[in-house]
C-alpha cells in the first residue's frame, strides 16, 4: 500500500467567513491544491493534470482560525487518462472524525489541452482500512455508477 500525500497548513484570518471558520471558497482551494499534489506525485514529474470535476466535498467539522489542518490523500480510481483522488481531513484536536472528506477527478492532458493517456500506467494503491477511506470508496463507486 502506498502511503498518502500529505498537505498542511495553517488557518489564517484570510481563510475565514464571518464566524471566524474556514470559508468555504477557501476549503475549495485547500482541498484542490491537495488532490492535484497527490494526483502528481501517483503519476510523476510527467503528469500534465487539471481537475475536470469535483464529485464531492463535504465540510464535516468547522475549522477555526489558527488550526493547522492536516489533509490525506490517496488515488482511489485511475483509467488510462482520468483518475480520482480521495481526501481526508485529519481530525483535529480532542475530535475522532475527520474535519473533511473529498472525491475529486483530475485528467491528463497533452499540450494542445486535449485529454490523454497517462505517461505510464500506474497501479492504484490498496487503501486502508480506516472508516474515512472505506467511505470514501463507497462513495465514489456510487458515484461511478451515476456517471
Known sequence: MLQPTYSHRLILPTDANHHNTLYAGSLLRLSL?????????HIGADANIVLRRVL????????????????????????SSYLVTGLVGTPLAN????????????????????????PEKS????????????????RLQKLLKIR
Open 33 to 41: 491544491e491537495a488532490g492535484y499534489a497527490t494526483a502528481w506525485k
Open 56 to 79: 464531492n466535498l463535504e465540510c464535516i467539522r468547522p475549522v477555526p482560525v489558527g488550526t493547522v489542518i492536516e489533509i490525506q490523500g490517496l488515488v482511489l480510481h485511475q483509467t
Open 95 to 118: 475530535d475522532t472524525v475527520p474535519w473533511m472528506e473529498a472525491l475529486m477527478g483530475f485528467a491528463q492532458i497533452d499540450e494542445n489541452g486535449k485529454v490523454t493517456h497517462f
Open 123 to 138: 497501479s492504484t494503491p490498496g487503501i486502508p482500512r480506516s472508516e474515512p477511506w472505506l467511505r470514501l470508496k463507497e
